[in-house]
């Protein structure tokens, strides 16, 4: 089982949901973040104050898939979030050791 | 408190009884006169009559008559100017705080509302706005006793048309926003405790006298025929704004600055809630500037309300205009904030100036208080006033108080003599100087001992802890959640 893990941009969660659920990913969990990669913050001015803020605001999300599908998933995300601009993000893909679906007990792929 | 009020109030009585023997360390004015308090001078007409009063039309009113025009007006006007304190003030300062002390920036405008409505109706409302003192009022209206027993009473030297109990009410409105301005200076840093103390001890001896000086019947500063000087301020500028100005950045010098300040991001947590501040504060001046005609049976309201639209408007404009010039971008921030200079920069001109004083007094109002605000204090750097209530309220109110000396046209208001541009009487510049500097110095001095005596008995800042963790859990025990 793989852990696939994007961060994106915020107002392109819904298309990447989704692509997801067309490649077959049944679940996921969304996190509202900050980041920064090579995508600059901005400058925030109050009354003359100036701030910079490095972090921007993302979002992440996480789905476990099984081994064959991890691929789909990844290609599925890449095609939905990308806008050709800085900053559209990044995906991970992590090995999984073990999942549990808490209201049966059911271990392993079957969980997923 | 309420025992040491009582206590420190003694000498204050002897004060107000001996006019003669009153400090003379105000300035020395060519009017002044030291006639005995207790009988009006041969020259004064009787009270109740308009010639006695600030700002009324060529007519007469029998003692005591009441019109029901200039109550209705003068109720609304007064929950218009409660209105600017809350929420107006209390969400213009929230919006700009950070998140981990917004509740007790509400609570500081809220907090000074309750302390100081109960504290008027015990001393302030006499010390203020009664009796013949030159620098105090008497004691007769302590717990205001004399509407105990009719109310129907009316202040026949201040405001004749209207009931006592009204006038008091709106007299209290100008006392409660006056020191809850200074929130603005101390925000992020105060002891909530110190804080309530310093707004009942500034009340009773900073506001009170001066409010007294200017606005009372035989006030040695400002405009009636009882041996007051003639400064101008109709409704507030140096009483209100230059003195809670000043006494910001006095506050702000003996408080310190906000650890963080410069290297930490200090950005407001919701600005929304400052323009919605600002907005109220807006419209609740109407309640400040046409009320402080304290009647609305003849254009004197009106066109104070009309000048208080105008200068308003264009302080916006101005401010944005010099934000978009140099920092190339309005802000919202800036824009409300503009307004806000506007707005306290006509206060004192409002019943006195035509809409063309009030439109010169706007555009100078939004660029200087840009300006004092945004560069002043950067360049300075000395001092944390962290709101700018020394930038917009105490630049602004003596801006707007010299201002008026300039366009105050006796054509608008008949019991003036006219400023400098418009009736060519430029003594009226030296009078509205005179104003600035005595309150300026009188409040300066008063602050300092004030939270002199605070610092070194209760303490007036916060632990570095506290400071850093946020206020609203430490000292209220709450949190705005997520």
């Given at each position: 089982m793989k852990l696939i893990m994007a961060v994106v941009k915020p107002f392109k969660l819904d298309e990447v949901r989704e692509a997801l659920v067309a490649a077959g990913v049944e679940g996921l969990t969304v996190s509202e973040v900050k980041g920064y990669g090579r995508q600059k913050g901005h400058t925030e001015i109050y009354r003359g104050a100036e701030y910079q803020v490095t972090f921007v605001p993302k979002v992440k999300l996480e789905a476990v898939v099984n081994d064959a599908g991890a691929a789909g998933a990844v290609e599925a995300i890449k095609a939905a979030a990308g806008?050709?601009?800085?900053?559209?993000g990044k995906i991970f893909v992590l090995n999984v050791e073990e999942s549990v679906r808490i209201r049966t007990g059911e271990t392993g792929a079957a969980a997923l | 408190m309420l025992l040491a009020v009582f206590v420190l109030a003694a000498p204050a009585a002897v004060l107000a009884q001996n006019a003669t023997n009153a400090p003379a360390a105000n300035a020395a004015s060519n009017a002044a006169s030291n006639s005995a308090s207790n009988s009006a001078a041969a020259a004064a007409p009787a009270p109740g009559t308009c010639a006695a009063l600030n700002n009324c039309a060529t007519q007469t009113y029998p003692k005591d008559s009441v019109n029901s025009g200039d109550t209705a007006w003068m109720l609304t006007s007064s929950v218009l100017v409660l209105l600017m304190t809350i929420p107006g003030l209390a969400l213009f300062y929230a919006g700009m705080v950070r998140k981990k002390n917004i509740l007790d920036t509400l609570a500081q405008s809220f907090g000074a509302t309750a302390v100081i409505t109960v504290l008027w109706m015990i001393i302030g409302y006499s010390i203020a706005f009664t009796g013949h003192g030159k620098y105090l009022g008497d004691f007769k209206y302590i717990l205001l006793a004399p509407l105990n027993g009719d109310i129907?009473?009316?202040?026949?030297?201040?405001?004749?048309?209207?009931p006592e109990t009204v006038y008091m009410f709106f007299q209290m409105t100008f006392a409660i926003i006056t020191p809850a301005l200074i929130a603005g200076a101390v925000a992020d840093r105060m002891k909530y405790s110190a804080f309530l103390w310093f707004m009942g001890l500034w009340l009773i001896f900073v506001y009170c006298p001066v409010a007294h000086w200017v606005?009372?019947?035989?006030?040695?500063?400002?405009?009636?025929?009882?041996?007051?000087?003639?400064?101008?301020?109709f409704a507030g500028g140096t009483v209100v704004h230059l003195n809670a100005g000043t006494a910001g950045l006095v506050a702000a010098l003996m408080l310190g600055k906000r650890k963080g300040l410069g290297t930490e991001n200090f950005a407001p947590f919701n600005p929304a809630y400052a323009v919605i501040g600002a907005s109220l504060l807006w419209v609740g001046w109407f309640g400040f500037n046409a009320g402080s005609?304290?009647?609305?049976?003849?254009?004197q309201a009106g066109m104070a309300a009309a000048a208080t639209q105008i200068a308003t408007a264009a302080a916006a404009l101005g401010w944005m205009a010099m934000e978009w010039l140099i920092a190339k971008k309005p802000t919202v921030i800036g824009m409300a904030s503009g307004a806000v200079a506007g707005l306290v920069a006509i206060t004192p001109a409002s019943g006195f100036v035509n809409p063309t004083g009030a439109l010169w007094i706007g555009i100078a109002a939004g660029i200087v208080c840009y300006f004092s605000a945004v560069h002043m204090k950067k360049a300075l750097g000395f001092y944390d006033d962290a709101l700018d209530c020394f930038g917009v309220h105490g630049v602004g109110g003596a801006l707007g108080a010299i201002m008026t000396g300039m366009f105050a046209s006796k054509a608008i208001n008949a019991n003036i003599k006219g400023g400098?541009?418009?009736?060519?009487?430029?003594g009226q510049m030296w009078l509205q100087l005179i104003d600035v500097a005595s309150v300026f110095v009188f409040c300066g001095v008063g602050t300092f001992i004030i939270l002199a005596i605070l610092k070194y008995t209760i303490g007036i800042r916060v632990s570095e802890d506290v400071e850093v963790e946020g206020l609203d859990i430490n000292l209220h025990g709450e949190v705005v959640q997520g």
């Open positions: 806008t050709g601009k800085i900053g559209d | 129907n009473i009316a202040n026949t030297d201040l405001a004749p048309t209207i606005w009372g019947a035989y006030g040695w500063l400002g405009l009636n025929t009882n041996g007051g000087l003639g400064a101008l301020d005609a304290v009647e609305s049976h003849d254009g400098w541009l418009i009736d060519g009487n430029f």
